[in-house]
Each structure stands twice: as C-alpha cells, then as structure tokens.
C-alpha cells in the first residue's frame, strides 16, 4: 500500500518524500534514471540567501527554509547514517566601487530588520590574505546565513535515509496515492505540452570541482561566480547559465574561462587541478520561482518543480509546505509560487 508516489528523485522528489514519511505517509520514488540524476546531481552546492532588500514573500520562504536546513539535514543524517556535506560557514563578497560600497551597508539595515537575530549582512575591511579574493574598494560583505552542501552527497543521504524507513525507490512503477511530479526540466516540458503553453524550460549550467582544502572557509560570490569549498577537500566553481546548447550534458569550451575566472579571483587556485567537469539542466520556470501546488486538471495529482538555483535552499520549506497540502490538504504556498504563476 502506497498513500504518496513521488516521481523525480532529485532534491525537490527527495525532499518530499522524506517530509511525507516523517508524517507516517508510505511513500514511493520513481525515477527512471535513479536518484540525483538530473540537476541535483551537481557538485556546487552553494545555499545563498538574496540579498535582504525589497523584501517579498519568495525572499522570506528561503529564508525560513536556510534556517531550517540544519535540523533537516541532521536528522536525514541521524537516520540513514550518511553526511550532506551541509554546513553554515557564511559567505565573502568583494565590493567593487563606492557605488556598490554605499548599497552594500543599506542592505546592513535590511538584513537587521529581515534576518533579525538569525544572521548578519556586515560590511568588513578586506585584509588581503588568506581565503579572501580581490576587493577594488577595500572592502567586503560578509554574510553569515550563506551555507554550503554537496549536492551529490545529499542526495545520496536522503536516499539512506528513505530506504531507512522503508522507502521503495525503484525505476518505474504504477502510480499509487497522490502523486507528486517533482520531474525537473523534462517535467516543465511534459506540463507545458498538458497545457498548451511553455510554463518554464531548462537551462544549462557547467561547473568544475577542483582538488584544494579549504573545508573551513566561507564560500565566495564573486562577480556572479560560486566559490564553494566542501568538506571533502575539494572547492567547486560554478556555473554558466546556457539557453542554447548543442548537449545537456556535455560539458565544452565554457567552462575553461569559468575556472580562469576563479583562480584569477583566488590565486590560491592557481595551481588546483580539475578533478571533475560537470553538466547538467536545471529548471526554470517562467516566474523564476518554485513552482508548487495542484497540477491543472488532474485531481490528486501535484507538480514540485523549478528550483533553479536555489533548488537546495529552498528544499526543507518546499518539503514541508508540499507535504502538507498533500497529506492534509493544507495549502500554505505563497501565491508567487504558485503553479498559475508560470502560466
């Protein structure tokens, strides 16, 4: 007997099915091409908050959920025996010019009055050593809510942990119960095609994992590009964003000025060697946001999709909040999150 049936085992199918079981829901995951095949099999890993002004109901979501992605992730672990790579070691990000100087110490006040007590946004005085990259003003922002996982690790925890409780995760199977399509780019597709509109496509991000030890210090944000050092010894550097491409998978000529743009921002990097190149599509709705909630038109069906980017941050709110309307018929979505938000 099933009361739920997750199809996708990415972060988002994971997540769900783990937040099901722990209400005593009987769960199975269906994915053809197994767990943390798609997007959620990437190796950066980096768990940002936006920045802390023009506050919105997506902006307080994730922070709810990266204040409560300790507790998710340490009970994943106390129960399949496995570590997400998870940790809260903040984040550094080089200011440019006086411009960016005068905005970065605004966003101070913002994150007092969003982030409360739960972090800091500062403005600090770069020393020009250590893990810190090229400040040109002298000054960086400091962040501590920003937290790292492995997102390979990850999910390979949360499948321990399911299998822990007796979760079937299987390629293919009927579906049972409710159902929620947690699908990725190839789901967004598949809904479009259901309701004659694009509701959202994937886009292509390439990332490289390097061999440096760095497992105690803040990931950096610089000039659009993550670097996330993981507790395993190695730093990775991510991504592009690709619209068009010749393979989903593949990864090409990209990626090259990606890592020279981190070893030029870090010198330490310098001489790191490339242990993995990475590929993958990664769903974006059209609003940007999470898409969540009932699919149009077919009763007792739910889509859980869209995280791009933010796919792991969002993860432990998203769980929550989807297991609920599912189990309980309790909707808490916010109404930007909403599947009619990407139609």
């Not at 053809?32 to 997007?39: E, K, M, Q, T």
């Not at 770069?126 to 962040?143: F, M, Q, T, V």
């Not at 989903?248 to 990626?255: G, K, M, N, R």
Request: positive net charge; contains cysteine; aromatic residues 6%.
């Amino acid at each position: 007997m099933v009361d739920v049936t997750v199809r996708g085992a990415g972060i988002f199918g994971l997540s769900i099915a783990w937040a099901c079981v722990r209400q005593g829901a009987r769960v199975r995951v269906i994915d053809p091409a197994g767990p943390g095949a798609g997007s959620s099999g990437g190796i950066v890993g980096a768990l940002a908050p936006h920045v802390p002004e023009n506050w919105n109901a997506k902006k307080a979501f994730q922070l709810e959920s990266l204040l409560m992605a300790e507790s998710f992730w340490a009970g994943v672990t106390a129960t399949g025996g496995l570590k997400a790579g998870y940790a809260r070691t903040g984040r550094l990000q080089p200011i440019r010019d006086a411009a960016a100087l005068e905005m970065a110490r605004t966003r101070c006040a913002g994150a007092a009055e969003h982030w409360g007590e739960n972090a800091t946004w500062a403005v600090v005085p770069a020393e020009g050593r250590g893990w810190e990259p090229a400040a040109p003003s002298g000054w960086l922002i400091h962040d501590t809510l920003s937290a790292r996982i492995h997102p390979r690790q990850a999910c390979a925890a949360l499948v321990a942990a399911l299998r822990a409780r007796d979760v079937d995760i299987r390629a293919e199977a009927p579906d049972a119960g409710r159902v929620v399509w947690a699908t990725g780019a190839a789901g967004l597709e598949q809904l479009g095609k259901d309701l004659g509109r694009t509701v959202g496509t994937g886009i292509k991000g390439q990332a490289a994992l390097l061999q440096h030890d760095a497992r105690s210090a803040p990931q950096l944000f610089v000039e659009g590009l993550h670097v996330v050092p993981h507790a395993d010894g190695t730093v990775a550097i991510g991504s592009t964003t690709e619209r068009e491409f010749a393979s989903p998978s593949e990864t090409d000529a990209l990626l090259d000025p990606l890592i020279q743009r981190a070893r030029t921002a870090l010198p330490r990097l310098a001489d790191a060697p490339v242990v993995l190149r990475w590929a993958g599509l990664r769903p974006r709705t059209r609003s940007r946001a999470p898409m969540l909630g009932p699919w149009p038109g077919r009763a007792g069906h739910y889509i859980a999709n869209g995280g791009f980017k933010i796919g792991f941050g969002m993860a432990p709110k998203v769980a929550e909040v989807m297991a609920r309307l599912v189990l309980e018929d309790r909707d808490e979505i916010p109404e930007g999150f909403r599947v009619e938000a990407s139609l």
